[in-house]
């Protein structure tokens, strides 16, 4: 009854922890290269300098993140700011291109070919008057508010900042603090959910970190491969339209068209006939990314159908935006995982193992699969430190002799 009070609660509270809010997504993000790393130079070095080991791995996770952010922003923003210039100057010549190539098409229609240019005419001139009237004075006014706004943007230096010395402790101490944390939970919760509990929250550490992670890399490589495509085939606007694809293509299921249709629609002002190639290239680009790419780094991080995918990207995204398409997924597939656990529990009790047993050898749980690649990413792993243990053994016995 007063969800608009608790709301505004809780509202402020996460204000107040931001800074640590930033460090723990950061650290969360992190700790699987940094942890490998670790690994890694432990094995090299017979874990004879942990300490120095530790913070090398941590701190070599925090440049190689830090470096591929700067990167990116590098490489994107002069250009995404020249394509939409350009965009914006252009666009009379683009109009006059797309509207003597429908002339051409439909030049045995002459009805058809008037409505088409009207409606043509009447778009590009509303596009124009949003892009020069609204998005370049929004964007102008949150530059000048940013820089006349010395606080605010003190505040969120200030949170940045603290995030990165958080992330940092956090990093440092994950060991200690997962054991803390399962020492609590082992004190208040009773002796014989303990197992489900730990359970659970493995498998929501594997369908977030997992999806999460696997995603973004996913839809890096995309981008970036996205952009060497088109650059090569001379398409224009290539940095902008690899942008749009490749963070875009976050979103599981309806990523690839809500990026291909804006971008098909740019090249189409320009190029017709680039525009139809274009979409050929993104259709060959998606089969890659859903049946090689896509399963090589998410394997089966989620273990639900896809008609569950588009339930769960429909109604986060409806609850939550954009935020809530990202994390749909990995959110829903842990509802699954705990709906589809009880449902078992309970036919087991009411002895229909049988049916449990008939279901799993018509749909096989995706799980097993992932924990058994799992295990063999961790043989691989093991196999190839060997193999550099025995060859730095080999490189000693040569120098001692």
């Known amino acids: 009854f007063r969800i608009e009070v608790v709301g505004n609660y809780l509202k402020a509270a996460a204000n107040t922890l931001m800074p640590f809010i930033i460090g723990c997504v950061m650290a969360y993000l992190i700790y699987p290269l940094s942890q490998g790393i670790t690994l890694y130079l432990d094995k090299l070095t017979g874990d004879r300098c942990k300490k120095f080991t530790h913070s090398f791995g941590i701190f070599s996770g925090l440049i190689i993140f830090g470096i591929a952010i700067y990167l990116l922003l590098w490489m ?7 394509s939409i210039t350009s965009i914006i100057n252009g666009m009379p010549v683009m109009v006059e291109n797309l509207s003597q190539w429908i002339t051409a098409i439909l030049k045995d229609n002459p009805q058809l070919q008037e409505t088409v240019n009207v409606a043509l005419e009447s778009s590009s001139l509303e596009l124009q008057s949003w892009l020069t009237d609204t998005m370049i004075p929004k964007a102008q006014e949150l530059i000048t508010t940013l820089s006349a706004s010395v606080i605010s943007t003190f505040w969120f230096l200030f949170d940045f900042v603290i995030g990165i010395i958080v992330c940092v402790y956090v990093l440092s101490s994950a060991d200690k603090l997962k054991r803390q944390a399962k020492m609590i939970v082992s004190s208040i919760a009773p002796k014989k959910w303990l197992d489900t509990i730990f359970e659970i929250t493995y498998e929501m550490d594997q369908c977030f970190g997992g999806f999460i992670r696997g995603k973004l890399l996913d839809s890096l490589i995309i981008g970036i491969l996205c952009f060497i495509c088109i650059s090569f085939m001379e398409m224009p606007y290539p940095v902008l339209i690899s942008t749009i694809v490749g963070v875009t293509n976050i979103i599981p299921f309806f990523g690839p068209f809500i990026g291909a249709i804006p971008s098909a629609i740019l090249i189409l002002t320009v190029s017709p006939i ?32 896809s008609i569950w995918v588009l339930f769960s990207i429909l109604i986060f995204g409806d609850l939550f935006g954009f935020v809530g398409m990202i994390i749909g997924v990995p959110t ?22 049988d049916v449990v047993e008939d279901y799993r050898s018509r749909y096989p749980d995706k799980r097993i699969e992932r924990e058994e690649k799992n295990v063999q990413k961790k043989l691989g792993k093991a196999e190839r430190l060997n193999k550099w243990e025995n060859l730095i053994k080999k490189m000693k016995k040569i120098k001692n002799r």
């Open 274 to 305: 680039q525009a139809l190639y274009f979409v050929i290239f993104i259709f060959i680009l998606q089969q890659f990314d859903g049946n090689i790419l896509g399963p090589t780094i998410l394997g089966q991080s989620t273990g639900i159908g």
């Open 332 to 353: 829903f597939a842990v509802i699954y995982y705990l709906i589809s656990k009880y449902v078992f529990k309970k036919l087991a009790a009411r002895d229909m193992e």
């Open 76 to 82: 994107l923003l002069p250009q995404l700011i020249e």
